[in-house]
Structures are given as C-alpha cells and as structure tokens.
C-alpha cells in the first residue's frame, strides 16, 4: 500500500496498517501537510467562506494550530502517559496526524442546501475517531483509551491556548 490513494482510504478507513506505513515513511511528510491543507479548504469552503483572504487566514490558522496539537500531543503522549513501548517523534505524529484529516476533505459538502450542515459534522467526527487511531499508532499504545485519553487532554489545552489567544488578541 504505497500509492497516495490507498493510504488516503486506508487512513480514513482507520486501518493500523496504513498508519504504521506513514509513521514509516519519511517521504510522507508533504503528503500529510498537503493533506492538511485539503482538509482545511474543504472546511472554509464547506462554512460558506468564499474570501480568498479568508480562506487564507483560515488556512494559516489550520497549520499553526495543528503543529501546537502535535507538539501537545507528542509530550502528553511521551512523558505524561507514555505506554511501556511508546516511542515517537514529531515527524511520526506529523505523518500520522496529517493523513487523519483525510475525511476532513468532505468538509467541502458543507455546502450542500439543507444537509450540508450534518455532512460537515459528520466528517468532523470522522476526523477525531482517525485523529485517536492516528495517536494509537504513532505512540505504538496497545489500547485505544490510552490515546483517547492523550488526544483529550491535548485537545483540551489547545482549546484553552487558542481561547486565550483569540481573547486576548480581541
């Protein structure tokens, strides 16, 4: 499973195998940016931001923000609730993380008159159940709560941090 379309429907399908081939495969790296980067345009496009400087911002904010959940989500995962084979680094979580936006791409049906809405929530929560396999994976956890538990926390002080920022920046 080497090609970009297998690994995108092997990540949102959240099979092991292909979170262990892109934790992997250094080679990767600018496939999960890339697809970080989709994933965030189908979310502008999908809540109706049709601005170029918008969607920019947007795009900006989405790459910041999901280098601050890694960097959270690496320390958390590796020094507060390490497994007793954890072993990553920022890369592996980069790779891991970046191909879980997969589903995030669907975002984009967002715009569909009267169900857009549900589409755009359902992708999402896709994302969060791939953003957990992801974690599992890359800090080679043998449960899922264990990265459950990570990915919350994380998800928890990011949330407080760009709360703070965005309040204080306002």
């Given amino acids: ?3 970009l ?7 949102a399908s959240l099979k092991v195998s292909s979170y262990e081939e892109i934790e992997s495969d250094r080679h990767a790296t600018w496939q999960a940016v890339a ?9 502008a496009i999908g809540i ?6 918008g969607i920019a911002a947007l795009l900006f904010v989405a790459i910041g923000t999901w280098v601050i959940w890694i960097v959270l989500t690496l320390f958390i995962g590796t ?3 390490p497994g007793k084979e954890t072993r990553a680094d920022f890369g592996q979580l980069l790779r891991t ?8 791409i669907l975002r984009v049906l967002g715009v569909v008159p009267g169900i857009g809405w549900i589409l755009f929530l359902a992708a999402t929560i ?21 990265a459950l538990a990570v990915c ?3 998800w928890l002080i990011h949330g407080v941090l760009l709360f703070g920022f965005v309040f204080t920046a306002f």
């Fill in 97 to 104: 993380t970046g191909f879980s936006a997969t589903p995030g």
């Fill in 1 to 3: 499973m080497t090609t």
């Fill in 152 to 154: 919350l926390l994380g």
């Fill in 5 to 11: 379309t297998s690994r995108l429907l092997g990540s």
């Fill in 35 to 43: 697809i970080v980067l989709l994933s965030s345009l189908g979310a």
């Fill in 126 to 146: 896709w994302m969060l159940f791939t953003y957990v396999v992801s974690v599992r994976q890359a800090l080679d956890y043998t449960t899922t709560g264990r």
């Fill in 48 to 53: 109706g931001n049709t601005s170029l400087g």
């Fill in 79 to 81: 020094q507060l609730l």
